[in-house]
């Protein structure tokens, strides 16, 4: 049984059985102790139900990764019968040592089926662990409200609540007394940092609430504060702080810092009033940066313009020892229209997210192979010389897919009927998510490639050639390794896209006129063809041309 487990076991082994005594008065916040570091809690069914959200709601069923079947397979229930999802860290986590997981809470809004949830989640009782030391341990534990998944523990608190335990190495004893809170066993604590929060959080959208000392702390270990920063330290000594915002026709939101004197408190409002400028100030300039990509920033704009709208608005209050920022700005017409068409844009910006982690994946894949076997990869060949599988084929074992690379025979073509039949197994890396390939084991990744050495300039991939990254004399930074191509290739099969001087290939989306590329460093980038132009185009394309790249124009 792993290590995670164990530690489930043992903590819920050192705490009585679970007997579903959640306390009825603050739904959502079950075994929540008011005197712990932090706790967030959001009304999915509100804003599930929102008008607004229609269009997401129709929408996300189509989408290629819905998040809401991310939701169903991690919690077991579908986002509609979620009432309110709340986290709840009862210490500051100690992020250098990789604890900092919260306690998830979800409640209902029916009572729920427990067993759906345990086949959904393959969950097992402390008796069908198995039988090593450990999981007879387990099987000691009474009742049977506490099932195992193999990441985490899940806790039935009540008909409409369940709790899933987060595994945190050095904080057996806090989940322990979570544990014993949620039982019945010990009083549960309502004065503290979070008391407010679980006061007013079934009238917002969302709370969010956090004990200022623990934060202290975490700040001050921070040996050079940015000069922009700086005000967050006079923030950080108040002595707790919550935030409400509210979704609807109007948004709103509310950060409230409560000190523990008033002139404190007083202190501290210019320094709120800076770090308000400074935003203001970052919007502009991230705005600035998607400007040469024109796709993201037809879908940020909208979303620039209302959140420096939003900071425009914010109102300072100061009261005895509180101090206090709101803002409420209606949602406009084209915020509206942002939403209506967030599903689309959604989907599209999480294609493109995908696509750029797997150029990464596959330049990772590059830099690891030449450090492994001292050149970069290149065509299979037969004893003839003849290219027989693709370089792709010989970064399997640095993508892990040793196993894949196992059932094929490198000594056979890629159209043998060895190799066949492992064409529609293609390893995702090697897709594009926001283009459709017109069949299945077909790739839009290549590299460029041409037949012999070449006076004016080589691409990456030239036979029989042993390539080096100190041979990039043009710099990896300024050379292109892998793009895709606009027309799309089988993955086992050599040939990429042949360079000629005289003659630049067709790469890219022909619909956006755009290509994403791994460059040799390792960085990914997204250009458009036209901006970029032949001359610069070409110039990337070589290794070893010596042309001067001037990324400013």
């Known amino acids: 049984m792993s290590s995670i487990r164990w530690f489930a076991v043992g903590l819920l082994l050192s705490s009585p059985a ?12 079950a075994g929540v102790q008011a ?3 932090a706790v967030t809690s959001v009304n999915v069914a509100q804003l599930w139900d929102e008008p ?3 269009p997401l709601r129709e929408a996300l069923p189509k989408t290629r990764k819905p998040f809401t079947k991310e939701i169903e397979s991690g919690s077991g229930l579908k986002i509609d019968q979620i009432e309110r999802a709340t986290l709840y860290w009862p210490e500051c986590p100690d992020l250098r040592n990789g604890d900092g997981e919260p306690f998830k809470i979800v409640t209902t809004r029916k009572p729920y089926d427990r067993a759906a949830v345990i086949k959904t989640l393959k969950l097992k009782t402390a008796e069908e662990l198995g039988d090593t030391p450990e999981d007879k341990r387990a099987a000691g534990l009474a009742g049977k409200n506490v099932y195992f998944h193999n990441l985490f523990a899940v806790i039935f608190a009540d008909e409409r609540t369940i709790v899933y335990s987060p595994h945190l190495g050095a904080g057996i004893d806090s989940t322990a007394a979570y544990l014993k809170v949620l039982a019945g066993t010990t009083a549960a604590i309502a004065k503290g940092p979070l008391a407010e929060a679980i006061a007013v959080a079934e009238k917002h959208t969302l709370v969010l609430a956090m004990d200022g000392a623990p934060a ?3 700040l001050d270990r921070i040996p050079d504060y940015p000069e922009e920063l700086v005000p967050l330290k006079t923030l950080a000594l108040a002595e707790r702080g919550l935030l409400t915002f509210d979704f609807g026709a109007k948004v709103s939101a509310t950060a409230k810092l409560t000190f523990f004197d008033a002139d404190a408190a007083k202190k501290a409002e210019p320094d709120a009033k800076k770090l308000v400028t400074w935003a203001l100030k970052m919007l502009q300039e991230n705005r600035k940066r998607t400007e040469s990509d024109a796709e993201a920033q037809a879908a940020l704009d909208t979303l620039f313009d209302f959140a ?6 914010i109102e300072m209050k100061l009261d005895g020892k509180v101090l206090s920022a709101t803002a409420t700005i209606e949602l406009g017409t084209a915020m509206k229209k942002l939403l209506a068409e967030f599903p689309a844009k959604l989907s599209a910006l ?6 750029s982690n797997n150029a990464k994946q596959l330049a990772l894949a590059m830099h690891n192979y030449e450090s492994a076997n001292g050149f970069l990869p290149v065509d299979i060949v037969d004893g003839d010389g003849k290219p027989i599988l693709s370089w792709r084929v010989q970064l399997l074992a640095y993508l892990e897919q040793d196993n894949l690379r196992k059932q094929l025979d490198l000594t056979k073509p890629w159209d043998d009927a060895a190799n066949k039949k492992v064409l529609e197994q293609m390893p995702s890396a090697f897709e594009v998510f926001t283009r459709e390939a017109p069949k299945k084991g077909f790739t839009y990744f290549q590299t460029f490639t041409a037949p012999k050495l070449l006076e004016s300039g080589n691409p990456f991939l030239v036979p029989g050639r042993k390539l080096t990254f100190p041979g990039v004399t043009d710099g990896t930074s300024n050379t292109l390794m892998i793009v895709d191509g606009e027309t799309a290739v089988n993955w086992l099969k050599p040939g990429d896209l042949p360079y000629d001087p005289k003659k630049l290939p067709k790469i890219g989306d022909p619909k956006t006129g755009q290509f994403i590329a791994a460059m040799g460093d390792g960085s990914v980038r997204w250009f458009d063809v036209k901006k970029l132009g032949e001359k610069k185009l070409h110039a ?4 070893d041309g010596g042309e001067a790249i001037a990324w400013d124009k």
């Open 216 to 218: 202290r702390k975490v």
């Open 308 to 313: 420096a709208g939003t900071l425009g608005k």
């Open 35 to 37: 005197n712990g570091f």
């Open 18 to 29: 679970v007997a579903g005594a959640a306390d009825k008065s603050m739904p959502g916040f």
């Open 52 to 54: 607004l959200v229609k």
């Open 540 to 543: 990337l394309i070589t290794i």
């Open 350 to 355: 999480s294609d493109r997210i995908d696509v």
